[in-house]
């Protein structure tokens, strides 16, 4: 939820980088959002869950009822997006169509 969270925030604020001014979003937005998306198999009531775990783990906070990232937040979206972009580079090492120096054998299934 925090990685999701922090692309959408990502992609709302990339158009604005050269400016003071950050966009923001409610909780309830987000959440339409999400369950709008279709990527996702959670229900509504559980993302709230999510959200509200996210608060009680100090990462993410509300101010004036927009989601707003704390420094710990921050800190944990930036290992969480470490972690993912080492799987990214894994699958598009083999999408690269890499051959192996060992012969591969096929087997009937």
Sequence with gaps: MLYSLGQYYEV???????????????????????MNSQLLTKHE????????????????GYKNKMIKFTNDGLNELQKVKKEVHQFESIKNYFQQGIKSTRKLQTVLS
Excluded: C, G
Aim: proline residues 5%; hydrophobic residues 45%.
């Design 45 to 60: 009531r559980a993302i709230y869950k999510n959200l509200a775990t996210l608060e009680d783990k100090k990462l993410i």
């Design 12 to 34: 709302l604020n990339q158009p604005l980088v050269e400016t003071p001014l950050r966009i923001q979003t409610s909780k309830i937005t987000f959440i339409e959002l999400l």
